[in-house]
């Protein structure tokens, strides 16, 4: 490095230093079509140039690996594949190794293999415990070549780029959904099976008026010793009722000594199978072996308290069975006097057998009663839970809601009148018209048609209680259905599991992004590929305390935007945020006065970096490569009559 260019680049470090910020310190390398290529990052604007299948693209995706931030499948498997597919590729069996510095001002390298969890270490190399997903330890945007487009087209990439300026609160905020949505599929769980039982009882016991009408008609049959009678009659019955009480005592003591006695040893019959030798006399064989005994030494106080448990129980059943045998002794004895009077009336004793047989399942249906208004309480119950945690999923919405809000107005106050963001509460019903057309596939209906219907008509809450009252003329009315559509949709949603999807399903906000174009604003997904990208680029330029990695942010952009739009966003943040770009633009390092520039080339099997600095160092690559050499430059100035 020259003097005079060493003494730009110190002028540039003490102008530019960034504080309160992320930053990547370094990209490194080991392996693969990048081998050996490391890149030491400035703060301020970074370009990396080379032409094309120089790796530029690859080692940008490498750094979204190495941080774990690669795109969900749910969001969009094909790109995530591809993408995989050339981290694959490139990476072969080597690494990408980071070097970052939190805003907090700690450092941290970051390495990752291909098919490897990726590891937090110290700055000396020594392995921490921290991990990435979460954005906690560290943050960076990233996005790939023609991505910007992308995000135009998609509202679910549109509101991820929003929540971005709000990361930290909104990832507290979804991790408490998370929390709520299982605590209401638990929920859903237990009331399900209930109310299946419920319905199953209260059909049973439809006959329970008839049962006891009949026994009503012997009770009152107008025999003068009929007092008598239903007297016996309703002790022989209590005695029925207390053989049940006895056998469902003995039944749950013989359930729980089963369980205790299915668990007693698993611990330490699993954890034998476990460490096997080769592991156990491992480097790490201590720490393994320490493990399995701290498990063995809990399985043992485990198996004693279960066999003290065990003996409670077995000694509690002894007692139980002498019980038992006292109350059979008391039956018998009644039964004889039952039998003695049953003798002495021939009319009663006549009908002593089906009347026993009709007491037998009066008690039968009464303790299925009771069995019903045990499992109503615990419904009503687990329902009122339920309630409340459906308050509690509103509120989250709505402050997500409100924060998004906030960040959709702190952008206007940035980039209006050009352009214009907003939200839409509860705006995009993809999630709730998929659940209606996965509910309504077999149906023998055009489901899609319908559930669009459907999702114009009703919020989801209403719809669950249009089908749990089954109300075919409302919804025929409101939806604009006719009646066989109606009546089909009633029966493919009348199921508490899908009543309960329709009370959790999630309306997603809707994001709303336009571009100035003359007097009116146009939805940028209605915009050319240049204007998406004059509408997106702007937000992702704005200052934020994550590195802003781009590749080729001049895609689909004139000159003149870039000169005027880009660069001056560039020049103005730089300042205040770290920079990273892959480009073929000239513009953004000379005019955006890039602090550093690296240069890559290849061979077609390897690429290296050919040359670093700053853009006086690098000005013969960059007119090379970025203008088309010396000579086209001076002819287009002739050209031009500059």
């Given at each position: ?9 110190n ?11 992320h ?14 290529a ?18 530029k ?16 499948a749910?969001?969009d ?91 930290e ?5 979804n ?21 299946s039982?419920?319905?199953a ?10 049962v ?42 013989a ?11 698993r ?22 072996q ?13 198996d004693?308290?279960i ?33 003695s ?10 009908m ?9 399942a ?25 309630n409340?945690?459906?308050?509690e999923?509103?509120?989250l ?10 960040v959709?107005?702190r ?19 993809e ?35 249009v ?28 199921s ?10 999630e ?16 939805d940028c ?22 590195p ?5 942010p ?89």
């Amino acid at each position: 490095m020259s003097t005079n260019a060493l003494q730009h680049e110190n002028q540039k470090r003490e102008a530019i230093r960034l504080s309160g910020c992320h930053r990547l310190k370094s990209i490194a390398v080991i392996g693969g079509f990048l081998d050996g290529a490391r890149l030491d990052l400035a703060d301020g604007l970074n370009c990396v140039i080379g032409a094309r299948g120089t790796g530029k693209t690859t080692a940008l995706e490498l750094v979204r690996y190495a941080m774990d931030a690669l795109h969900s499948a749910d969001a969009d498997a094909a790109y995530r594949r591809r993408t995989e597919s050339l981290v694959q590729r490139n990476l072969a069996g080597g690494q990408i190794e980071l070097e970052i510095e939190t805003k907090e001002g700690l450092a941290y390298i970051i390495t990752r293999g291909w098919g490897e969890d990726p590891m937090v270490l110290t700055a000396d190399r020594k392995p921490t415990d921290l991990t990435l997903r979460s954005g906690d330890v560290f943050r960076a945007d990233i996005f790939s070549q023609n991505e910007v487009e992308r995000i135009a087209d998609q509202t679910g990439m549109q509101l991820e780029l929003l929540d971005a300026f709000e990361a930290e609160a909104i990832a507290e905020v979804n991790a408490q959904l998370g929390q709520l949505w299982n605590a209401l599929q638990a929920n859903a769980s237990q009331i399900v099976p209930l109310e299946s039982r419920l319905a199953a009882i209260t059909e049973e016991l439809r006959c329970l008026p008839a049962v006891e009408a009949r026994l009503q008609a012997y009770a009152t049959n107008g025999e003068n010793t009929s007092g008598e009678i239903n007297q016996a009659h309703f002790l022989k019955a209590l005695r029925d009722r207390e053989d049940r009480v006895a056998g469902g005592v003995s039944e749950v003591m013989a359930e729980a000594r089963k369980a205790l006695d299915g668990v007693r040893g698993r611990i330490q019959a699993r954890i034998s199978g476990i460490v096997d030798r080769e592991v156990a006399e491992g480097p790490n064989g201590i720490l393994v072996q320490t493990t399995a005994r701290l498990a063995s030494q809990c399985g043992d106080a485990v198996d004693r308290l279960i066999e003290q448990a065990l003996a409670h129980i077995v000694g509690t059943q002894q007692q139980i069975t002498e019980q038992a045998k006292k109350l059979s002794l008391a039956h018998k004895e009644q039964e004889i006097v039952f039998r003695s009077l049953m003798a002495k009336h021939q009319q009663a004793q006549g009908m002593a057998a089906e009347r026993t047989r009709l007491e037998k399942a009066r008690n039968d249906l009464l303790a299925k009663r009771w069995l019903r208004d045990e499992l109503g309480e615990r419904r009503g119950a687990l329902r009122q839970e339920r309630n409340r945690l459906l308050e509690e999923l509103s509120e989250l919405h709505d402050r997500r809601f409100a924060i998004r809000q906030a960040v959709a107005g702190r952008l206007n106050g940035s980039l209006a009148p050009a352009i214009r963001v907003s939200v839409v509460q509860y705006g995009n019903p993809e999630l709730y018209q998929r659940l209606l057309e996965s509910a309504l596939r077999g149906a023998r209906i055009k489901q899609g048609v319908v559930a669009g219907k459907v999702v114009t008509a009703f919020w989801p809450a209403e719809l669950s209680e249009v089908v749990a009252h089954k109300n075919i003329e409302f919804l025929v009315h409101r939806a604009e259905l006719n009646y066989e559509q109606a009546e089909k949709v009633i029966a493919a949603l009348g199921s508490s599991e899908v009543l309960f999807q329709l009370e959790t399903v999630e309306l997603l906000d809707l994001p709303q992004i336009e571009l100035r174009d003359g007097a009116t604003y146009k939805d940028c997904s209605t915009l050319s590929t240049g204007q998406k990208c004059t509408a997106i680029l702007p937000i992702l330029l704005l200052e934020s305390d994550r590195p802003l990695l781009i590749d080729q942010p001049e895609d689909n952009l004139d000159n003149r935007f870039i000169f005027e739009t880009v660069v001056d966003s560039i020049r103005k943040i730089k300042r205040r945020r770290q920079l990273i770009f892959v480009t073929h633009n000239p513009n953004i390092p000379v005019l955006g006065d890039a602090e550093r520039v690296f240069v890559l080339e290849s061979d077609g099997s390897k690429a290296r970096k050919a040359n670093e600095g700053t853009v006086e160092e690098c000005k013969r690559e960059i007119v090379t490569l970025l203008e088309g050499g010396e000579e086209a430059f001076r002819l287009r100035k002739q050209r031009y009559a500059y």
